[in-house]
């Protein structure tokens, strides 16, 4: 088995991180600044460890958004807690229904798994902005 070297890069910007997934192997290199692109990386192995690389980053990012908003929010914690929770479901449901083309490959369980994580990815990328978009502080914003 080919040993891989991969390098992967985190570029942080002013408004929120973005993710970058490269690679660079024996004169072959490839990058995807979003989960959907790691389908066209390479190989089984290199797909799969960019899905999972976005995934792991992306749900670090969400975590440490949640994080900062839950010191933030006092008042409306319960209410913050409730929709973050419902959008967690959401998430799960949605991401179930995306990933039933996966069943139309000749390995379905794997291509369910790996739509799936992909969909996740990017659900977690869109959510930090959405929660990074909420209006804190003022006498009429979340609290």
């Not at 089984?44 to 900062?68: G, M, P, W």
């Not at 039933?100 to 390995?107: C, H, S, T």
């Not at 369910?112 to 869109?126: D, K, R």
């Amino acid at each position: 088995m080919k040993i891989h070297k991969i390098i992967i890069m985190l570029t942080l910007s002013m408004n929120a991180y973005a993710i970058e997934f490269t690679i660079s192997e024996d004169g072959y290199n490839a990058s995807a600044k979003k989960p959907v692109e790691c389908f066209d990386v390479g190989d089984n192995i290199v797909r799969n460890t960019c899905i999972a690389y976005f995934q792991e980053q992306s749900s670090k990012q969400l975590e440490e958004t949640l994080e900062i908003m839950k010191k933030r929010v006092t008042r409306d914690s319960s209410l913050f807690n409730e929709a973050q929770r419902n959008w967690a479901a959401f998430k799960a449901s949605e991401c179930k229904l995306e990933s039933i083309p996966g069943y139309a490959y000749r390995d379905p369980e794997t291509q369910v798994y790996l739509f799936y994580e992909v969909c996740s990815a990017e659900m977690n990328i869109q959510r930090v902005e959405q929660l990074k978009n909420i209006q804190l502080g003022c006498d009429s914003c979340v609290q």
